[in-house]
Nanobody, 122 residues
């Protein structure tokens, strides 16, 4: 019903920047997309929230992302992005996109992508 695909990961030097993209393809009629979010999971650690964007505007960031990362969305194209600046080795992780699809007044569900690897290293 829904396919979520992340892209834009790669190897970057400390202090560099990356922009990740996430495209949600919804294959049957739906009401809207609500919260779109980025998570990350570093080796040996639990998955953690990086940033969220809700359909009515507010964004939220993990403390580690504030001032360096910016989440944005394009509802016309069912996409969400995250611009990551001043990257640090500690940002190395697999980054996952989560999209909440509102099917109708009673039903919504989160869908996840397969992740994209971000490696920050010199």
């Amino acid at each position: 019903q829904v396919q979520v695909v992340e892209s834009g990961g790669g190897l970057v030097q400390p202090g560099g920047s990356l922009r990740l993209s996430c495209a949600a393809s919804v294959f049957r009629p739906f009401h809207s997309l609500n919260t779109m979010a980025w998570y990350r999971q570093a080796p040996g650690k639990e998955r953690e929230l990086v940033a969220t964007s809700t359909s009515d505007g507010p964004t939220n960031y993990a403390d580690s992302a504030k001032g360096r990362f910016t989440i944005s969305r394009d509802d016309a194209r069912n996409r969400v992005y995250i611009q990551m600046n001043s990257l640090e080795p500690e940002d190395t992780a697999v980054y996952y996109c989560s999209v909440n699809v509102v099917w109708d007044s009673f039903t919504n569900r989160d869908y996840w992508g397969q992740g994209t690897q971000v490696t920050v290293s010199s």
